[in-house]
């Protein structure tokens, strides 16, 4: 039986197989799973934030990892780490809705947002994106299956597998 992890809002994990990464209630924020196919390591990230210099941080202890732009190269590294190549890592995504769908104002539409930076961060780092369940209205829980390099997103709605 596989170890579940659950990735916390802000937070990211990296494990090998036979685990099972659990992103809950990704509404605006974006759940990137991370998987080298050589090596069969897997990461998963909870990304809140777009980037860390668009947010005014002194005078408070900040979680930085909520950021695409710092979750995401940290994953990477931490990936590299467990011997991982760069070249052998792929990209799926889920999450980024819109969860004020009233209210048209780009502002408020902190999804897209959080979709530009994540897609802008896996640019730079030269990581392909193979998959996609993003944008909308509502709200998922992934499921990251390192074994299979499969994402299970469930809303409420529906359970699809990408």
Known sequence: MADEIIVDMGKYEV???????????????VGVALYDSEKKIGGFAHVMLPKSDQYSVSGRSLNLNKFANIALPGMIDKMKQEGSK??????KIAGGAH???GVECD??????????AVREELRKQGIR???SDVGGNVGRTV???ISEWKLT????NEVKEI
């Open 129 to 131: 994106i193979i998959a």
């Open 153 to 156: 997103i469930k809303t409420k």
């Open 99 to 101: 969860m004020f769908p």
């Open 143 to 145: 499921r990251f299956d």
């Open 107 to 116: 502002m408020m539409d902190i999804g897209k947002k959080n979709l530009d």
């Open 86 to 91: 760069l070249e052998n890592i792929t990209a």
């Open 15 to 29: 494990a090998t197989n036979p685990t099972v990464l659990v992103c809950m209630s990704l509404g605006s924020c």
